[in-house]
């Protein structure tokens, strides 16, 4: 059963891989490419700069040409990360369906596919917003990673034990305050943590706002279209299976698949 969830987990990813990378070669490039113009722009002012101070620095030769990134390398990228986290979905699927919530596997679905936009992406984002490639210093790209999958793995870790808490208090304070509770710890945390963890800002003064905005703007839709095809059509396709083998009826209480 859980290599059957495995398999359909990353065949939606995969749909999903498609979808994005749809929408970011419509909308997300254009972005891509006028910030690589500033750069350019930017760079080429630097050397103008030198050369008039008699320092002639040669430009670092280009190892993967613009077209191939914005093709082929947007492609595999985006396929591999959609996929693998289509499989990755299903796993977490398997454990939670009849553990973590007695609603139906399309439910559960939404709800997961819900909960990780937020711990996967949102809440991290809001901390560490995405920035397009001429945007940050390259000698802080390590500590900037190391920031950002800090914050990714804690709110992910607070978005476990608001969950666990919530199923523990739902039997005494009922579903809907026990999961407001849960809530509450939830924003708590990663509030904590968001003050705690140091803050970056490597945006020029004078790079384009517009461009700016709509390239995490393009960020954010990309997730959410992926996390919202993960959800919505995992949970369809899966409860179409269950309902025809058995492992799910709409009265009943949804059977565990991960024992």
Do not use: C
Not at 14 to 23: D, M, Q, T
Not at 84 to 113: D, E, H, I, K, Q
């Amino acid at each position: 059963m859980v290599r059957s969830l495995l398999i359909r987990g990353m065949l939606v990813g995969f749909v999903a891989g498609l979808l994005v990378f749809g929408f970011a070669k419509v909308f997300g490039e254009p972005q891509v490419d006028h910030a690589i113009a500033f750069e350019t722009a930017m760079d080429d002012a630097k050397m103008k700069a030198d050369a008039a101070k008699g320092i002639h620095d040669m430009p670092e030769p280009e190892l993967v040409s613009r077209p191939m990134q914005a093709s082929f390398g947007l492609l595999t990228g985006v396929m591999v990360y959609s996929t693998a986290f289509g499989g990755l979905f299903a796993l977490v699927f398997a454990f939670a369906n009849g553990r973590a919530t007695n609603l139906g596997p399309r439910a559960v679905s939404a709800l997961l596919a819900l909960t990780g936009f937020i711990a996967f992406y949102m809440v991290p984002n809001l901390k560490y917003p995405a920035n397009p490639p001429s945007v940050g210093h390259p000698d802080s790209i390590t500590i900037r990673t190391e920031l950002y999958f800090a914050m990714m793995a804690l709110s992910i870790a607070a978005m476990a034990v608001a969950a666990v808490l919530r199923k523990r208090l739902a039997p005494k304070l009922g579903a809907w305050e026990a999961a407001l509770i849960g809530a509450a710890f939830y924003v708590i945390a990663v509030l904590v943590v968001a003050a705690i963890l140091p803050p970056i800002n490597e945006v020029p003064s004078d790079f384009p706002a517009v461009v700016l905005w709509h390239f995490r703007i393009d960020s954010l839709t990309m997730q959410a279209i992926m996390w919202a095809v993960l959800g919505l059509g995992f949970g369809a396709l899966t409860e179409r299976s269950f309902l025809a083998k058995g492992l799910y009826h709409p009265r009943l209480t949804p059977k565990l698949v991960w024992r």
